[in-house]
């Protein structure tokens, strides 16, 4: 039988740099510095270059990095507890979490089924609409000019959930420089992945990178002396010079990605298939996640495991109908909940074509 193929092993993401990431690694452990050194340093300014972004704060994971922007605004009295946030039903957790850890009233939105982001025209916007959080879900970026426009004029402050986009644009601007701050996250398994937990924060305002700098190194100004109540979550120098490793490789890694989606897109043609929507070309395509929706998704699923095939779901359950907030009382959205059941992610990080090949072949036999 055929090899397995994994939907992603992080042995094989990151063996082709592992001599790199040792040595780099080692070098901090000889060095002796292990928070707030020269790696972290170097890499906030390595991302700010990548991204185009004026100001970089290294942190330590995409859900603090959401929570200090979100907690940033409140400090600056431009949020307040009770503010409602928009956000899209179908992200991870962490973007509704960092919401209500702050105190804010998130508000879900439903999604376009084609692009599987924020429908801008059905935004949940209300007097106490605040802020939105724009999801560049499995790296598409999630953006209309005109809707960001009008909400700035409206006074709601936009907030990048970058988490699976870094090496995604539109309109020649990367993902992370559209709108007022951007949290990524450094998950292993994103496109550019830690060896543990990291994130960062990006901004063009000054102010607000110095409040999230501050608030993520104890609330501090200088050591022992604390300015604001804040917290600890900094990004380690092992982490930031394991990253310097990898940061290099996200071009390499987003032509990759675009050219096995364009594989899957070419070798799929089954007709129970919906494929995801190819953006036009002014969009460069993050191609995070390989998402197709068909009707009899968990027997497809489970087809494909026997055929040593691993798949992944994200997500089977919209934040708004997770147990942890189903005390509320949601206005239904049929979108997010119908692709909830249908949607199947293909594995994309490390797959060669022939494995595509194999994969879309099996996928266009399969029979219900
Ligand atoms: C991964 C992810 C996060 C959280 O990042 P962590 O580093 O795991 O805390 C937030 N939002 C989205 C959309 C993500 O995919």
């Known amino acids: 039988m055929a090899e397995r193929i994994e939907f992603q092993d992080l042995k094989t993401t990151n063996g082709p740099q592992m001599d790199q990431l040792v040595a780099a690694a080692e070098r901090v452990l000889r060095s002796g510095r292990y928070i707030n050194g020269p790696e972290v340093k170097a890499f906030e300014n390595e991302l700010a270059a990548e991204t185009g972004s004026k100001y970089c704060v290294a942190v330590s994971n995409g859900l603090d990095a959401l929570r200090l922007i979100l907690k940033a605004y409140i400090v600056k009295g431009i949020l307040k507890e009770g503010d409602e946030v928009i956000i899209p039903a179908n992200t991870f957790i962490a973007t509704f979490l960092a919401a209500t850890s702050c105190g804010l009233k998130p508000v879900p939105?439903?999604?376009?089924e084609s692009t599987f982001c924020l429908d801008f025209d059905k935004l949940p916007l209300t007097d106490s609409t605040r802020a939105l959080i724009a999801v560049h879900l499995y790296g598409l970026p999630c953006y209309n000019k005109k809707a960001y426009d009008a909400l700035k004029a409206r006074g709601v402050v936009v907030?990048?959930?970058?988490?699976?986009?870094?090496?995604?644009?539109?309109e020649g601007k990367n993902t992370g420089?559209?709108?007022?701050?951007?949290?990524i996250s450094f998950y292993p398994a994103k496109n550019i992945g830690a060896c543990g937990?990291?994130?960062?924060v990006l901004t063009d305002n000054e102010d607000l990178a110095r409040t999230v700098r501050m608030l993520a190194n104890y609330g501090a100004s200088e050591k022992y002396y604390h300015i604001l109540p804040g917290c600890n979550c900094r990004m380690d120098e092992i982490q930031a010079a394991l990253l310097r490793v990898k940061l290099p490789l996200i071009r390499k890694i987003i032509e990759d990605r675009n050219r096995r989606a364009a594989l899957y897109d070419a070798m799929i043609t089954s007709e129970a298939v919906i494929k995801p929507w190819l953006p036009?070309?002014?969009?460069?395509?993050a191609w995070h996640q390989y998402v197709i929706r068909h009707p009899w998704r968990d027997d497809l699923r489970k087809y494909l495991e026997i055929h040593g095939i691993g798949t992944e779901i994200h997500y089977p359950v919209p934040c708004h109908l997770q147990e942890c907030y189903r005390a509320e009382a949601w206005d239904p959205l049929p979108a997010a909940e119908?692709?909830?059941?249908?949607?199947?992610s293909l594995p994309i990080a490390d797959v060669t074509d022939k494995e595509i090949e194999r994969t879309a072949t099996l996928i266009n036999e399969f029979k219900e």
């Not at 939105?109 to 376009?112: C, F």
């Not at 990048?160 to 539109?170: C, K, R, W």
């Not at 119908?338 to 199947?344: D, G, H, N, V, Y």
């Open 280 to 285: 036009p070309s002014d969009t460069v395509h």
């Open 197 to 200: 937990d990291a994130g960062a």
């Open 109 to 112: 939105a439903d999604i376009d």
């Open 177 to 183: 420089s559209l709108a007022d701050a951007a949290a």
């Open 338 to 344: 119908r692709s909830a059941k249908e949607i199947l």
């Open 159 to 170: 907030i990048e959930d970058n988490a699976q986009a870094l090496g995604a644009s539109v």
